[in-house]
């Protein structure tokens, strides 16, 4: 159960207009039921004509409630509320109504004006709630404070009150709950979410037609064939959903990943724009690390999609080799006059397959994510041979693979970053700023040596000059330092 919190807008006909029509077209063909609660009517624009009265009467209903008027006027009357069931799941309209009405409990939003709308546009079953928030009673303001954590809570109760957890991140404490995916990083997914589904279908297309084997005059036992094809049609349904499951995995891991390898060089930005006060140099520092998380982010996007399709068309054709072979010695049982009732309970219990060695062996997200490290492994390597091999070792060795061996962010090295700057910071803007980052800046060569010029020079004068003894310091150490990685 996905419960969202949308932006509702502050006209009631409009966004009544929006949930009973089709989007951007006059046909209302997508839209499955309307129901309403607390509303004198379930004719839509007669309940939405009531919301709107209700709204307006708020301060004359809190008087005939025995409140006092005044206090801040509600800005918005209006909520909007979706309720998203998963895929496969299929509830009724009367357990649709229900749900609703035990998350209006959950939230104390019981005595609201609600008008809910099921759409039948998406494969998933969802409802479409516009609540009025002036209670009809009293006219004060619904409580929505911290209403999306409260209805994840909720969200939770009912997955496992149903007896099937679909998001297990609810399970966690706040605090150790994974941040969810940019909106970037979330599109860089989503036609490679689509190409995966197409992908699926065509898949889903090669299941075998038993029909012809079903009405052969050798097959006597009709009934078992039955089963035969119910268990195998659960079999593939389920190796489908084994794929969605796959794919949001594998794109969760690789989020993660390069968000964690980014996030120093993140917090060693932000540290130096404290102190920064070229907002053009920042700005082109800034996009130049989002091109480069960007294109990690996608090159092992695309690497990690190509061997999750691979591995997923060779799972499935060993899958419909496994059905077949499972067909045939069904067929040689019947020809040789066998019981089949414990061979078919073996196979609706999964242990045939379990003895079959290839199906055995399955590809995970976990796995190709752990392919792709020893892959980049071996590529980074590689290229560490060759910069030594043409005497320009690479930059900082200690930072290869995303580890730090007693560098530290700009961040934790404290908050005087003019006066110790720290290695790491040195680092990023070096690597950050190899080549032009503006019109009259020179491209600056990676050597072992360190450069010949401050590589602050101009930037943060007045830090400069109140520190400067620190400064020289800080430019002697790290030189020192400069010079122990080249040689």
């Given at each position: 159960?996905i419960?969202r919190?949308?932006?509702?807008?502050?006209?009631?006909?409009g966004?009544?207009?929006?949930?009973?029509?089709?989007?951007?077209a006059?046909?209302d063909e997508r839209?499955?039921?309307t129901?309403?609660?607390?509303?004198?009517?379930?004719?839509?624009?007669?309940?939405?004509d009531e919301?709107?009265?209700?709204?307006?009467?708020?301060e004359?209903?809190?008087?005939?409630a025995?409140?006092?008027?005044?206090?801040?006027?509600?800005?918005n009357?209006i909520?909007?509320v979706s309720?998203?069931?998963?895929?496969?799941?299929?509830?009724?309209?009367?357990?649709m109504i229900?749900?609703?009405?035990?998350?209006?409990?959950?939230?104390k939003?019981?005595d609201?004006?609600?008008?809910?709308?099921?759409?039948?546009d998406?494969?998933?079953?969802?409802?479409?709630l516009?609540?009025?928030?002036?209670n009809?009673?009293?006219?004060l303001?619904?409580?929505?404070?911290?209403d999306k954590r409260?209805?994840q809570?909720?969200?939770?109760?009912?997955e496992?009150?149903?007896?099937r957890?679909?998001?297990?991140?609810r399970?966690?404490?706040?605090g150790?709950?994974?941040?969810?995916p940019?909106?970037?990083?979330?599109?860089?997914?989503?036609?490679k979410?689509?190409?995966?589904?197409?992908?699926e279908?065509?898949?889903?297309?090669?299941?075998?037609?038993?029909?012809?084997?079903?009405?052969?005059?050798?097959?006597?036992?009709?009934?078992?064939w039955?089963?035969?094809k119910?268990?195998?049609?659960?079999?593939?349904?389920?190796?489908?959903?084994?794929?969605?499951s796959?794919?949001?995995?594998l794109?969760r891991?690789?989020?993660r990943?390069?968000?964690?390898?980014f996030?120093?060089?993140w917090a060693?930005f932000?540290?130096y724009?404290r102190?920064?006060?070229?907002?053009?140099?920042?700005a082109?520092?800034?996009?130049?690390?989002?091109?480069e998380q960007?294109e990690?982010l996608?090159?092992?996007r695309d690497?990690?999609?190509e061997?999750?399709?691979e591995?997923?068309d060779e799972q499935?054709?060993v899958?419909?080799?496994?059905?077949q072979?499972t067909r045939?010695?069904?067929r040689?049982?019947?020809?040789?006059g066998?019981d089949?009732?414990?061979?078919?309970?073996?196979?609706?219990?999964?242990?045939?397959?379990d003895?079959?060695p290839d199906l055995a062996t399955t590809?995970?997200a976990s796995t190709?994510n752990?392919?792709?490290?020893q892959e980049?492994?071996?590529?980074?390597?590689?290229?560490?041979?060759e910069?030594?091999?043409r005497?320009?070792?690479?930059v900082f060795?200690?930072?290869?693979e995303?580890?730090d061996?007693?560098?530290?962010?700009?961040v934790?090295?404290g908050?005087?970053i003019?006066s110790?700057?720290?290695?790491?910071?040195?680092f990023f803007f070096?690597?950050?700023?190899s080549?032009?980052?503006?019109?009259?800046?020179?491209?600056?060569?990676q050597?072992?040596e360190?450069p010949?010029?401050?590589?602050?020079e101009g930037?943060?004068?007045?830090a400069?000059?109140?520190q400067q003894?620190?400064?020289e310091e800080?430019?002697?150490?790290?030189?020192?330092?400069?010079?122990?990685?080249?040689?």
């Amino acid at each position: 159960m996905i419960v969202r919190i949308h932006n509702a807008g502050k006209s009631f006909q409009g966004l009544a207009t929006y949930l009973t029509h089709d989007a951007k077209a006059q046909s209302d063909e997508r839209v499955d039921w309307t129901h309403t609660l607390n509303l004198a009517h379930d004719h839509v624009p007669s309940a939405v004509d009531e919301m709107l009265w209700t709204a307006r009467s708020a301060e004359l209903l809190k008087q005939e409630a025995g409140l006092s008027a005044g206090g801040r006027q509600t800005e918005n009357a209006i909520k909007h509320v979706s309720l998203n069931w998963a895929p496969e799941e299929t509830p009724t309209r009367e357990h649709m109504i229900e749900t609703v009405e035990d998350f209006l409990r959950h939230m104390k939003w019981q005595d609201h004006q609600t008008l809910i709308v099921s759409h039948d546009d998406k494969p998933h079953a969802h409802v479409h709630l516009m609540i009025n928030t002036v209670n009809p009673e009293t006219g004060l303001h619904l409580d929505d404070n911290f209403d999306k954590r409260r209805a994840q809570k909720w969200a939770l109760g009912y997955e496992q009150e149903n007896g099937r957890i679909h998001c297990a991140q609810r399970l966690e404490s706040i605090g150790e709950r994974e941040d969810a995916p940019t909106r970037p990083a979330w599109m860089a997914f989503h036609e490679k979410q689509k190409e995966f589904e197409r992908d699926e279908n065509a898949l889903a297309n090669q299941a075998p037609n038993l029909s012809d084997e079903q009405e052969s005059p050798r097959l006597s036992n009709f009934d078992e064939w039955k089963k035969l094809k119910e268990f195998q049609r659960q079999e593939r349904t389920d190796f489908f959903a084994e794929g969605k499951s796959e794919f949001s995995e594998l794109r969760r891991i690789i989020n993660r990943e390069v968000r964690e390898e980014f996030r120093e060089r993140w917090a060693d930005f932000y540290a130096y724009a404290r102190v920064e006060t070229d907002q053009i140099f920042l700005a082109e520092a800034k996009t130049k690390l989002v091109a480069e998380q960007k294109e990690e982010l996608e090159s092992r996007r695309d690497l990690g999609c190509e061997m999750l399709r691979e591995a997923r068309d060779e799972q499935y054709q060993v899958l419909l080799e496994y059905q077949q072979d499972t067909r045939h010695s069904l067929r040689t049982r019947q020809e040789a006059g066998l019981d089949n009732t414990l061979f078919l309970q073996l196979m609706d219990e999964g242990t045939l397959r379990d003895r079959w060695p290839d199906l055995a062996t399955t590809v995970s997200a976990s796995t190709i994510n752990q392919e792709m490290k020893q892959e980049a492994k071996a590529i980074t390597g590689e290229r560490q041979v060759e910069e030594v091999e043409r005497g320009e070792p690479a930059v900082f060795p200690d930072r290869v693979e995303g580890i730090d061996r007693g560098v530290t962010s700009g961040v934790a090295r404290g908050a005087d970053i003019a006066s110790d700057l720290g290695l790491g910071l040195i680092f990023f803007f070096d690597k950050i700023f190899s080549g032009p980052v503006a019109a009259n800046s020179n491209p600056r060569p990676q050597h072992a040596e360190p450069p010949s010029r401050d590589p602050f020079e101009g930037v943060a004068e007045d830090a400069k000059k109140r520190q400067q003894a620190e400064k020289e310091e800080a430019d002697g150490e790290w030189r020192k330092r400069q010079r122990s990685y080249g040689e």
